[in-house]
């Protein structure tokens, strides 16, 4: 029993050795290529994704709420807001904001003097 132990460990030294040294890049075993370096498709490939990221798209930035309404009903003030979605680019620029069907009210009892 006690001999088995050297051999157990050089096992797993191996098998550590042998996890640690597979590329990150394989997909289920398999790696795509191995000489990346002369594959033209990917070249191309390569600098189509470098030219999508240069392309500024709005992303959604937050939710806000504007004052539509104000008006006066039985002694009281009502004021309507509706939420708006903000899009901006990568700069803080505003580039579109979309209202939303959500809407929120606030009352005020008005003081007659």
Do not use: C, W
């Not at 390569?46 to 009903?73: M, R």
């Amino acid at each position: 029993m006690k001999k088995m132990f050297p051999f157990i460990g050089i096992v797993a030294i191996l098998g550590l050795v042998a996890y640690m040294e597979t590329p990150s890049d394989s997909y289920h075993g398999f790696t795509p290529d191995l000489h990346v370096d002369s594959n033209p498709a990917m070249e191309e490939s390569e600098e189509a994704v470098a030219q999508a990221e240069e392309v500024s798209i709005p992303t959604f930035s937050s939710l806000e709420y504007v004052l539509e309404e104000t008006k006066e009903v039985d002694g009281y003030m009502i004021e309507q807001y509706r939420e708006y979605e903000i899009y901006e680019d990568e700069n803080g620029v505003v580039v579109k904001r979309v209202p939303t069907s959500n809407y929120d009210f606030l009352r005020y009892k008005i003081e007659e003097e």
